[in-house]
């Protein structure tokens, strides 16, 4: 397959006399590996959430019901072994595409929250020592010199940086709020020039991180989780009890996991569309379906078992058929290892075609529009976004974009400012320096120098007159460095 694709990409570069047809296998070529790549990979997937949502792993399912439900009968008319329309494939792609956003409008809800609770977590850190023993720990100058010697340990400025803010977000925070506001401007300005969506992105994480982040699907999805937060927004913290802080410490705790495993699901149920969307998308039908008959077999058996049908897939396992869900699952799984060692070979070919997409749609644009296939193009650029791993990935072709003017940036700047002095407002000083936490280890580096980063570290150790929140700051740190 790789040999295949260099083959395709060599004439593609080299072929003057009919370039229209290396164009034409390339895309042949380039269609086949995703395809074959997308139902490797959807196989395996699949085949696990069958699993986690038998034996009951994740108990949330119900939350995603309605949208799982849809996956499987999408899925269901995608791998038809007969194959399918081109009407019913276009439409389990509109299907398909409309689950994805659903499940990115849940997945913010959920970042929402999950980031208020790692709000709560950082207060409730540096409470945690009023109310337990501390045992022997290095002096401020010390312990400073340590965390210096962490964070330069390294010629890799990428890694000096990530050591920066993450010990930044958790040293205590002694600055004061003009000093804070000052450094998100700062922040802001680097985007002036910049694609107007990365800056909007910046602003997203920022609210997010900030606890300024709301929508109205907040008051659709997981609302179970609305008395909660704001139990933890009314909590008189400098005034915390022993007994209050284990119940609450407990309380953060049973919900931050619920949290992480709705997470985790609609994360798989996301692959698993981009999975289905990728199958859709590469439109080889029945000619998929009869390439990697492992795959096929065992998408149609977990679909079976999804849906409590029956069909020619239990027949074509052999004798004997297989009764029970749990016989029906194992047989499946002895299908793994006919396909060991496919993906790799699979995932190197789709690197290879990858590599000159972008370049050969533009440097062949007028024949590729001569051909008339550019829709196919760029199903094959959304096959090629699907497959980068990031599973929310934008799968609109890019525009040209507006660029930050100064002006939008200044304004931006100054309206986030104003967001966080109403937010403040009313605070108790732990909540103010718990989203101040958050949200420096989430800006670029505000150091110029090695000076001022030793600077930083001493003073946030020596102005902090908090034991236990200086106790709680260097214990997370020392785990960090290891």
């Given at each position: 397959?790789?040999?295949?694709?260099?083959?395709?990409?060599?004439?593609?570069?080299?072929?003057?006399?009919?370039?229209?047809?290396?164009?034409?296998?390339?895309?042949?070529?380039?269609?086949?590996?995703?395809?074959?790549?997308?139902?490797?990979?959807?196989?395996?997937?699949?085949?696990?959430?069958?699993?986690?949502?038998?034996?009951?792993?994740?108990?949330?399912?119900?939350?995603?019901?309605?949208?799982?439900?849809?996956?499987?009968?999408?899925?269901?008319?995608?791998?038809?072994?007969?194959?399918?329309?081109?009407?019913?494939?276009?439409?389990?792609?509109?299907?398909?595409?409309?689950?994805?956003?659903?499940?990115?409008?849940?997945?913010?809800?959920?970042?929402?929250?999950?980031?208020?609770?790692?709000?709560?977590?950082?207060?409730?850190?540096?409470?945690?020592?009023?109310?337990?023993?501390?045992?022997?720990?290095?002096?401020?100058?010390?312990?400073?010199?340590?965390?210096?010697?962490?964070?330069?340990?390294?010629?890799?400025?990428?890694?000096?940086?990530?050591?920066?803010?993450?010990?930044?977000?958790?040293?205590?925070?002694?600055?004061?709020?003009?000093?804070?506001?000052?450094?998100?401007?700062?922040?802001?300005?680097?985007?002036?020039?910049?694609?107007?969506?990365?800056?909007?992105?910046?602003?997203?994480?920022?609210?997010?991180?900030?606890?300024?982040?709301?929508?109205?699907?907040?008051?659709?999805?997981?609302?179970?989780?609305?008395?909660?937060?704001?139990?933890?927004?009314?909590?008189?913290?400098?005034?915390?009890?022993?007994?209050?802080?284990?119940?609450?410490?407990?309380?953060?705790?049973?919900?931050?996991?619920?949290?992480?495993?709705?997470?985790?699901?609609?994360m798989l149920i996301q692959t698993l569309i981009n999975g289905a969307y990728s199958i859709c998308l590469a439109e080889t039908g029945e000619g998929g379906a009869k390439k990697i008959?492992?795959?096929?077999?065992?998408?149609?058996?977990?679909?079976?078992?999804?849906?409590?049908?029956?069909?020619?897939?239990?027949?074509?396992?052999?004798?004997?058929?297989?009764?029970?869900e749990e016989d029906k699952l194992y047989r499946l799984g002895e299908y793994f290892p006919e396909i060991e060692g496919q993906q790799e070979r699979i995932y190197e070919a789709m690197t290879t075609a990858d590599a000159v997409l972008e370049e050969t749609m533009k440097?062949?644009?007028?024949?590729?529009?001569?051909?008339?296939?550019?829709?196919?193009?760029?199903?094959?650029?959304?096959?090629?976004?699907?497959?980068?791993?990031?599973?929310?990935?934008?799968?609109?072709?890019?525009?040209?974009?507006?660029?930050?003017?100064?002006?939008?940036?200044?304004?931006?700047?100054?309206?986030?400012?104003?967001?966080?002095?109403?937010?403040?407002?009313?605070?108790?000083?732990?909540?103010?320096?718990?989203?101040?936490?958050?949200?420096?280890?989430?800006?670029?580096?505000?150091?110029?120098?090695?000076?001022?980063?030793?600077?930083?570290?001493?003073?946030?150790?020596?102005?902090?007159?908090?034991?236990?929140?200086?106790?709680?700051?260097?214990?997370?740190?020392?785990?960090?460095?290891?």
């Amino acid at each position: 397959m790789s040999t295949k694709i260099r083959e395709c990409i060599k004439k593609l570069s080299h072929d003057t006399t009919d370039p229209a047809q290396a164009i034409l296998e390339y895309l042949e070529q380039a269609m086949d590996i995703h395809d074959s790549h997308a139902r490797l990979k959807f196989m395996m997937e699949y085949y696990v959430f069958y699993e986690m949502i038998s034996e009951g792993i994740n108990p949330y399912i119900d939350s995603a019901r309605d949208i799982a439900d849809s996956l499987h009968q999408a899925v269901r008319v995608l791998t038809d072994p007969a194959g399918s329309t081109e009407a019913e494939r276009k439409k389990q792609g509109e299907i398909l595409l409309n689950l994805r956003g659903q499940v990115t409008d849940r997945m913010q809800v959920l970042t929402a929250y999950v980031d208020r609770f790692v709000v709560y977590e950082y207060i409730l850190n540096r409470m945690q020592y009023r109310f337990e023993d501390q045992e022997m720990i290095a002096q401020d100058s010390v312990f400073a010199q340590e965390v210096l010697n962490f964070i330069f340990s390294t010629k890799d400025n990428m890694a000096i940086n990530d050591n920066i803010r993450m010990i930044v977000g958790q040293l205590p925070v002694r600055m004061t709020r003009s000093h804070y506001f000052d450094l998100i401007r700062e922040s802001i300005s680097v985007y002036k020039g910049s694609d107007r969506s990365a800056l909007e992105g910046h602003l997203y994480m920022f609210r997010t991180n900030a606890m300024l982040y709301h929508t109205e699907d907040m008051e659709k999805y997981f609302t179970e989780f609305i008395p909660v937060i704001r139990e933890f927004d009314e909590l008189n913290y400098e005034e915390m009890t022993g007994e209050l802080y284990q119940i609450y410490a407990e309380k953060l705790r049973v919900n931050a996991s619920k949290l992480n495993d709705i997470s985790d699901l609609y994360m798989l149920i996301q692959t698993l569309i981009n999975g289905a969307y990728s199958i859709c998308l590469a439109e080889t039908g029945e000619g998929g379906a009869k390439k990697i008959p492992a795959a096929q077999i065992v998408i149609r058996g977990v679909n079976d078992l999804f849906l409590h049908r029956e069909s020619e897939v239990w027949k074509q396992i052999g004798e004997p058929l297989p009764a029970s869900e749990e016989d029906k699952l194992y047989r499946l799984g002895e299908y793994f290892p006919e396909i060991e060692g496919q993906q790799e070979r699979i995932y190197e070919a789709m690197t290879t075609a990858d590599a000159v997409l972008e370049e050969t749609m533009k440097s062949h644009r007028d024949i590729i529009s001569r051909m008339g296939l550019e829709e196919r193009f760029w199903d094959l650029w959304k096959l090629m976004q699907l497959s980068s791993g990031s599973d929310f990935v934008e799968l609109e072709p890019p525009k040209e974009e507006e660029k930050v003017t100064p002006e939008d940036a200044d304004k931006a700047a100054e309206e986030l400012v104003a967001e966080l002095k109403q937010a403040f407002k009313g605070q108790s000083r732990l909540v103010r320096r718990a989203i101040m936490a958050n949200t420096l280890e989430k800006i670029p580096v505000f150091f110029s120098t090695p000076q001022e980063v030793a600077d930083y570290i001493s003073q946030s150790l020596e102005l902090c007159d908090d034991d236990a929140e200086k106790y709680a700051s260097k214990q997370l740190i020392q785990e960090m460095m290891g």
